[in-house]
């Protein structure tokens, strides 16, 4: 998680406030889908989504959202799982479908496992999300003119090319931020190396269905 300045920041970004309807997709340990249980109150809903094709992993992604669900005062949060292209049909329309560095997964063997792709999953938000909805995107960034070349071997991808595949969707970018940038990045290196880890220039985007 980031400092507190930085988070407060990005919920303003977001656009999340009490009774906002939000969609955490693959909430990792659950920090975020905490968060916004937080902020959203009982007038607002949190769905903790895991894509199916990380259900498996060692440390039960889905179970630990279904006990975090289970905590007090955890009313507003829902916590599912499904194959990524078919989260329209297991999730009720959001004001706000949040992705915190996961898109360029998007772009590994593992997601395209069972057959989906990022063209998929963008089609499949935009079938969810009302219109005047938010889709937040924050990743690690790529060098410019990688594409998304990187997205398997340094978890990276070119902002640019985030923006053009959400953007053939039918969504419109709505507003960026610098807010977590940094210059000094090589884009060369893994985002897990020592030397870079937790500190990679990460890009962030707001779309919005029209």
């Known amino acids: 998680m980031y400092d507190q300045s930085k988070l407060s920041e990005l919920i ?4 999340i406030n009490a009774g906002t309807t939000v969609i955490d997709v693959y909430p990792g340990d659950g920090e975020w889908t905490r968060l916004f249980s937080e902020i959203v109150g009982p007038e607002g809903r949190v769905t903790s989504f895991v894509p199916a094709e990380l259900a498996h992993f060692k440390n039960d992604p889905v179970g630990l959202m279904r006990t975090l669900a289970q905590e ?5 949060v829902e916590a599912v ?3 990524l292209v078919a989260m329209p049909k297991i999730t009720q329309p959001a004001d706000v479908l949040w992705l915190h560095l996961f898109y360029h997964d998007l772009h590994t063997a593992l997601m ?3 057959g989906a792709t990022a063209a998929d999953f963008n089609r499949a ?6 219109p005047g909805s938010f889709y937040v995107i924050i990743d690690h960034a790529a060098a410019a003119g ?4 990187h997205a398997q071997s340094l978890h990276r991808i070119d902002p640019s090319s985030v923006r053009e595949e959400v953007e053939a969707a039918g969504f419109v970018l ?3 931020s610098a807010l977590l940038a940094n210059r ?3 884009h060369a290196t893994k985002v897990f190396d020592p030397s870079i880890k937790g500190e990679t220039d990460r890009f962030v985007y707001r779309f919005v269905k029209p």
């Open 12 to 15: 303003r970004f977001a656009r």
């Open 72 to 76: 007090p005062g955890r009313e507003n």
């Open 81 to 83: 799982s499904a194959d």
């Open 112 to 114: 395209h496992a069972r």
């Open 125 to 130: 938000a935009y079938e969810l999300l009302r």
């Open 146 to 149: 990688a594409g998304t070349d």
């Open 174 to 176: 709505d507003a960026e």
């Open 184 to 186: 000094n990045d090589p």
